[in-house]
Each structure stands twice: as structure tokens, then as C-alpha cells.
């Protein structure tokens, strides 16, 4: 099955669920990720029961907070 992981084609197994992609890509600081599929804010309670579908676009964002000086 192929999708898309911020921009680039990736291949994995079919039913992959966003919790295991996540452990798979190794990404930084899972507890403080947010992920967007195909656009749409998904909500960390549903990672484990959410999977990814052929053709999904997945990103990984972390938002970064800034001050004044």
C-alpha cells in the first residue's frame, strides 16, 4: 500500500494504524506530535485505531512556541 509522509511516496503493509506508523518513522517526541491525514486533524486518543488508507497523505507537525522580547 502507498501514501504519503510529508511530501514523499512511502510503501507499508496494509491496516497500518497511525500509532504504529508513527513507532515505524521514529518520530521525535510522539507524546507532542499532531497529525493531520489528508488535511483533517486527527486526535491522539484515536492513533491506535486509526488507519491509514491507500492514497492518504499523512504530516507530522509540531507546533513550536515563541515569546516577546
Do not use: C
Amino acid at each position: 500500500m502507498t501514501f504519503t509522509i510529508a511530501g514523499e511516496k512511502k510503501e507499508y503493509e496494509e491496516g497500518i494504524t497511525l500509532k504504529e506508523l508513527i513507532e515505524k518513522e521514529q518520530i521525535d517526541n510522539p507524546d507532542y506530535v499532531t497529525v493531520t491525514i489528508n488535511d483533517e486533524f486527527i486526535d491522539k486518543e484515536t492513533f491506535a485505531d486509526t488507519r491509514i488508507k491507500e492514497g492518504d497523505a499523512v504530516e507530522f507537525l509540531y507546533f513550536m512556541g515563541g515569546g516577546a522580547n
